[in-house]
């Protein structure tokens, strides 16, 4: 919102006072041009960002070729592109730090996590009371309410601090250049502590709370790494072909999957699909031995080659004679990564009648 949709709209349409003015005045060419340059702007920021929180849940190469391609191919993906063009266009055009105060639960953690010691935003009382007008008299503050303006949540930071305060430190800049106007020294709105306010002394940073929070930190980051670490360079999964759970073809029972390797490693790899093998539950393992007791497996693909970041789905058929059914049993379906020799296993129930 500062960085970029701020000076954008600074850029476009001036300071503060100057929006207010047009914003208040007249249709004319000035204002028209105005508004539908900057319109156009936030349109296309919003539809970059779009893309760029779609990109978060489909692959890059996959969503560079949903840009390329008719929407009507893929309309989950454009649905969302264009839905989160909407929703950014609106926070950013208009509904703005109102996402701070209604949506965002910063301020409310915030109230809880500082303490009298803790670095904030804030006036200097003692320094700015009594406010006044005149500069020969009272405190300071020359109640000029231009840290009320500057503020984009539109809090009065001279109230204390708020949970609206977001941080932004607009306030210090605009206060700070009334002190210097004024000739007075600047800091009557600056990062200080409660303490410090109040009696001029900061005790130091190492206190009990940020031990805690450092240590409550630590302890994020090393979930952060162990679940790192596990992250798999692919995945693999066995789907039974949708409509029917088996096929009864005369005296054959037949199971047909469809297998889906996902590549998410940045470059392409191959994969070997290994064939189911016996499993204690399967049939006739303990009388008639383990090669009697696996159906027949046709894998047309055993080797796949897949390109990064992407997905290829293959065909595995199952096939037993009907006479040795005695019930659904499982069987695990391997698949190896010819470059690490890293294994996935997944479990299917092979069924029939
Ligand atoms: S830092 Fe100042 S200007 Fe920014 S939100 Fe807080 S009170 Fe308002
Ligand atoms: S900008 Fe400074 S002097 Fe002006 S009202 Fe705010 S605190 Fe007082």
Not at 92 to 102: G, K, N, P, S
Request: charged share 25%; aromatic share 10%; glycine share 8%.
């Amino acid at each position: 919102m500062e960085g970029v949709y701020r000076r954008v709209e600074r850029w476009i349409e001036g300071p503060r006072d100057a929006r207010i003015r047009r914003n208040l005045g007249p249709w004319t060419a000035g204002k028209v041009w105005r508004k539908a340059m900057k319109g156009g702007i936030f349109l296309f920021l919003a539809f970059l960002n779009a893309h760029v929180f779609v990109a978060y849940f489909i692959p890059a190469r996959e969503l560079l070729s949903v840009v390329r391609g008719n929407p009507a191919d893929h309309w989950t993906a454009f649905l969302w592109i264009m839905s989160w063009t909407v929703v950014l266009l609106f926070d950013y055009a208009w509904f703005r730090e109102q996402t701070c105060l209604i949506v965002c639960p910063y301020g409310r953690l915030q109230s809880a996590l500082i303490d009298a010691d803790t670095v904030i935003i804030g006036y200097d009382e003692v320094r700015g009371e009594p406010r006044s007008k005149r500069t020969d008299q009272g405190g300071d503050c020359i109640d000029c309410f231009r840290c009320v303006a500057a503020c984009p949540t539109g809090i009065d930071i001279r109230n204390g601090l708020q949970m609206e305060c977001i941080g932004c430190a607009n306030c210090v800049d605009a206060c700070d250049d009334v002190m210097r106007r004024i000739g007075r020294p600047e800091g009557l709105v600056r990062y200080d502590s409660e303490r410090g306010f109040r009696t001029g002394r900061r005790r130091g940073f190492f206190r009990a709370r940020v031990a805690l929070y450092a240590v409550l930190a630590l302890a994020g980051v090393g979930v952060f790494g162990a679940v790192s670490l596990r992250r798999t360079p692919f995945e693999v999964r066995v789907l039974r072909s949708t409509g029917l759970p088996y096929q009864l073809d005369g005296a054959v029972i037949r199971n047909i999957f469809t297998l889906r390797i996902q590549n998410k490693m940045s470059e392409r790899a191959v994969f070997f699909v290994r064939i189911p093998e016996e499993t204690d539950e399967s049939p006739g393992v303990a009388e008639a031995g383990a090669a009697a007791a696996l159906p027949d497996f046709t894998v047309p693909q055993p080797r796949l080659e897949i390109d990064a970041l992407a997905d290829v789905k293959t065909p595995i058929i199952a096939a037993m004679p009907r006479d040795r059914w005695e019930g659904p049993f499982p069987l695990t379906v391997s698949v190896a990564d010819s470059a690490t020799g890293r294994t996935r296993s997944v479990r299917v129930r092979f069924r029939g009648p």
